[in-house]
Antibody, heavy 119, light 106 residues
Framework: QVHLVQSGAEVKKPGASVKVSCKAS????????ISWVRQATGQGVEWMGW????????AYAQKFQGRVTITRDTSISTTYMEMSSLRSEDTAVYFC????????????WGPGTLVTVSS | SYELTQPSSVSVSPGQTAKITCSGD??????ARWFQQKPGQAPVLLIY???ERPSGIPERFSGSSSGTTVTLTITGAQVDDEADYYC?????????FGGGTKLTVL
């Protein structure tokens, strides 16, 4: 079955960068785009951007344009989300998810990665 | 930019029917989806294309649409259905989420 396995929790200082990974299995990696979504504690969810694993094309929410980079490595079915210039407000759980672009009932979320930004 | 509006909370007694609405102009031209999120867990898709249910989702969860509003209905709500529920839609290469609704069943 479908699995999205994310990298472990991170603690970063303000101004640093973080890179979170998401390894897919159980389906053809290039068949579905992968999105990144974040959720601060007790808050709603916020879409950050997505990548088409087949083409490498990306789209970002305006809020994250220029500060977030989503990439992929098709050889290991893994997608990455890198965020720079971290600030305390970026403390959140970061989820990867597939299928948003298709609307065929295939949406599936990873377990999330906690990123804490603290001095 | 598009927005989706949900009530912040809904309460029902066990066995009653819970209705959670989601409103936004984008819903007049794009389908909505719903997910359920329990504390500390990843979201789970409940409804897509306004009213379709993925395999494995209980029949008590249903969705409907009218104009710019979609509704998630939980018929015969159970204590285990207590969770946060979010609507979302995809338009113009963006994913728009509602603010989420906390469902209390007690």
């Amino acid at each position: 079955q479908v699995h999205l396995v994310q990298s472990g929790a991170e603690v970063k200082k303000p101004g640093a960068s973080v890179k979170v990974s998401c390894k897919a299995s159980g389906y053809p990696f290039t068949s579905y785009e992968i999105s990144w979504v974040r959720q601060a504690t007790g808050q709603g969810v916020e879409w950050m951007g997505w990548i088409n694993p087949k083409s490498g094309n990306t789209a970002y929410a305006q809020k994250f344009q220029g500060r977030v980079t989503i990439t992929r490595d098709t050889s290991i079915s893994t997608t990455y989300m890198e965020m720079s210039s971290l600030r305390s407000e970026d403390t959140a759980v970061y989820f990867c998810a597939r299928g948003f672009a298709w609307n065929d009932g295939s949406d599936y979320w990873g377990p999330g990665t906690l990123v804490t930004v603290s001095s | 930019s598009y927005e989706l509006t949900q009530p912040s909370s809904v309460s029902v007694s066990p066995g009653q029917t819970a209705k959670i609405t989601c409103s936004g102009d984008v819903l007049a031209k794009k389908y909505a989806r719903w997910f359920q999120q329990k504390p500390g867990q990843a979201p789970v898709l409940l409804i897509y294309k306004d009213s379709e249910r993925p395999s494995g989702i209980p029949e008590r969860f249903s969705g409907s649409s009218s104009g710019t509003t979609v509704t998630l209905t939980i018929t015969g709500a159970q204590v285990d259905d207590e969770a946060d529920y979010y609507c979302y839609s995809v338009a113009d290469n963006n994913v728009i989420f509602g603010g989420g609704t906390k469902l209390t069943v007690l």
